[in-house]
């Protein structure tokens, strides 16, 4: 099949004057449009919320903190630090391209953002709060009640508005113009000779069969592990947990490839610290196949050209507590 794939790629090279040009419809994976914000009012309060630490029973941890926009949306850490320095027990996914997501988690067990965002303000081992002191703390705040006015008609802050502000602001987290999507969309400069051999490899040997569409992933819950088990001290046992059906057990959502240089360690467990490592285990694991070391810097030099563009946005300026806000509570 590989034998297959190289012929193909040195054929092609001799057919260089004329192109048969591929149109991005036929390709496994499709560019990444931008986001049009349906109410720019609703992201900027959800990006304000997003990085409010007041969010967090200590005052100290945001949506930012484990979802660093700065560092590819995650932490870069093998599991999360949460509320009174715990241990996290699973890998931080990017918050960038989530929409795009069948559903949340590395489980799936949030059906969309909106539901997704609730859960970290109250688990005792992320954020430490309850919606209801977290709302407290947002109603003490004048700009915050005439912001939430503004958009929701009234001041009557719940968490349910919460929640849509901030999958608001996430809805914008996406990260078009990668160099991939530029050569998908005709620029073939975009690209040098080892990155279009990694693309043609991913595709086939079958990583395609699961990480496809915009996301190169994101679409679909498989068992990791289909050819030999994975091997790992965590404890999760992904769609398991939700359906409690067995044949549920150890299906993980395929977790989308964008970016996937700037968000290492990989996998659930974060066990692989390096993308040529996560590669390896993924060849052996997902599709029986063991590659050269040339082969599997094709692949490692083809993922990182789907680093797209970062949001760009303006810090948000957090408007101050007042003398009814509950005081944080960052330690115990
Ligand atoms: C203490 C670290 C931490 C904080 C704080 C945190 N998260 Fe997360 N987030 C995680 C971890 C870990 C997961 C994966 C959990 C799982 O799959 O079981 C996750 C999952 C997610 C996902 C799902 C992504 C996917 O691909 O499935 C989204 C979206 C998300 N968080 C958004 C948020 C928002 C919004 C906030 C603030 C309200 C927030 N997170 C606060 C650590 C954190
Ligand atoms: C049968 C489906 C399937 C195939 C085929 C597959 N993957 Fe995956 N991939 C997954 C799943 C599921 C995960 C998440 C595993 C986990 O951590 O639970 C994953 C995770 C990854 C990760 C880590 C991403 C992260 O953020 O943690 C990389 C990198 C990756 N795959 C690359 C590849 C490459 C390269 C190939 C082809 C050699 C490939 N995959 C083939 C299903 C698949």
Redesign the pocket.
């Known amino acids: 099949m590989i034998m297959r794939a190289l012929i193909i790629s040195l054929l092609s090279i001799g057919t260089i004057a004329a192109p048969a040009a591929v149109s991005a419809a036929d390709e496994p994976i499709q560019p990444i449009e931008a986001a049009k914000p349906k109410n720019e009012n609703m992201v900027e309060l959800g990006k304000m919320?997003?990085f409010d630490p007041r969010?967090?029973k200590s005052g100290f941890?945001?949506?930012n903190?484990?979802?660093n926009l700065s560092m590819g949306g995650t932490?870069n850490l093998q599991?999360?630090?949460?509320h009174n320095w715990q241990q996290?027990p699973?890998?931080?996914?990017?918050?960038l391209n989530?929409s795009m997501?069948l559903a949340?988690?590395?489980?799936g067990?949030?059906k969309n953002?909106k539901e997704?965002?609730g859960g970290?303000?109250a688990n005792p081992?992320?954020?430490a709060f309850t919606h209801e002191l977290a709302v407290d703390v947002l109603r003490s705040i004048p700009q915050y009640r005439a912001r939430f006015k503004q958009l929701f008609g009234s001041d009557q802050i719940n968490i349910d508005m919460v929640t849509d502000a901030?999958a608001a602001f996430?809805e914008t987290l996406v990260t078009p113009d990668s160099r991939f999507d530029k050569w998908l969309k005709g620029d073939k400069q975009a690209l040098n000779q080892t990155e279009v051999e990694g693309y043609k490899l991913f595709k086939e040997v079958g990583c395609t069969s699961c990480h496809n569409g915009a996301a190169v992933g994101?679409a679909s819950f498989q068992k990791f592990g289909v050819h030999e088990p994975y091997k790992t001290a965590s404890k999760?046992e992904g769609r398991f947990g939700v359906t409690g059906k067995d044949a549920d057990r150890f299906m993980f959502?395929v977790?989308?490839l964008r970016n996937v240089e700037l968000t290492y360690p990989y996998f659930?467990d974060g066990a692989a610290a390096t993308l040529e490592e996560a590669v390896n285990t993924m060849g052996r694991l997902q599709l029986g196949h063991k590659f050269t070391k040339e082969e599997n810097a094709k692949i490692v030099a083809f993922l990182k050209t789907l680093t797209g563009k970062q949001p760009q946005f303006t810090l948000p300026v957090l408007p101050p507590s007042t003398n009814e806000t509950p005081r944080p509570k960052p330690f115990g």
């Open positions: 919320l997003f969010l967090s941890i945001s949506c903190s484990c979802h932490d599991t999360s630090v949460g996290g699973i890998n931080s996914p990017t918050v989530s997501n949340q988690f590395w489980d067990r949030a953002l997704q965002a970290p303000i081992g992320e954020m901030i996430e994101g999760a959502k977790p989308t659930h």
